[in-house]
């Protein structure tokens, strides 16, 4: 692979991937800010669960058990969890944890049967943050601060970099 292919090319495509994925889970958090969104539409899918067939087994016992009985937790944590989601990824803070938190939601919702346009663009997005993490978060305010603070590149081996 050519050094410029290596040094620019790929870091931008990835980052600008990483920052896309961030800009549609943001969209996803505020959304369900502004609509009120609460225990009532986590009782929907719940609800939902149960009588849908396309609905795997696994996924129907969670939201009996879990989702349903703690529907108000789920109601406030799933716009916060997206809208942090959003703000890490176009921040590039906690780059590969957010992308791994990012797929593991998509397959969440995709197993709920709520499925809308944009996840598996975001699904896709995802993988791709998984899969070159160090080339997606090479323009973030994470790697700003290790270039900025030296104290933080001491105390951060390469082998931990990945995950910032």
Do not use: C
């Not at 716009?79 to 998509?106: F, H, M, R």
């Not at 809308?116 to 070159?132: C, E, F, K, R, W």
């Not at 104290?151 to 931990?160: G, H, I, P, V, Y």
Request: net charge positive.
């Amino acid at each position: 692979m050519p050094a410029a292919l290596r040094t620019w090319v790929v870091p931008v495509l990835a980052g600008a991937a990483r920052v896309a994925l961030g800009g549609l889970w943001l969209n996803e958090g505020i959304t369900k800010y502004r609509a009120g969104f609460g225990s009532a539409d986590i009782h929907l899918v719940a609800d939902g669960a149960a009588a849908n067939t396309r609905v795997p087994d696994y996924f129907a016992a969670f939201a009996e058990h879990v989702l349903g009985p703690q529907a108000e937790l789920f109601g406030f944590l799933m716009p916060l969890l997206e809208t942090a989601l959003g703000l890490g990824l176009i921040a590039g803070v906690l780059t590969l944890p957010a992308a791994v938190n990012s797929t593991l939601a998509l397959l969440s919702y995709w197993s709920a049967d709520q499925l809308i346009d944009q996840y598996p663009v975001m699904l896709g997005l995802s993988v791709l943050v998984v899969a070159v993490p160090a080339q997606a978060g090479r323009f973030s305010v994470t790697s700003l601060a290790l270039r900025v603070v030296p104290s933080l590149r001491r105390r951060t081996d390469a082998s931990w970099r990945r995950w910032l």
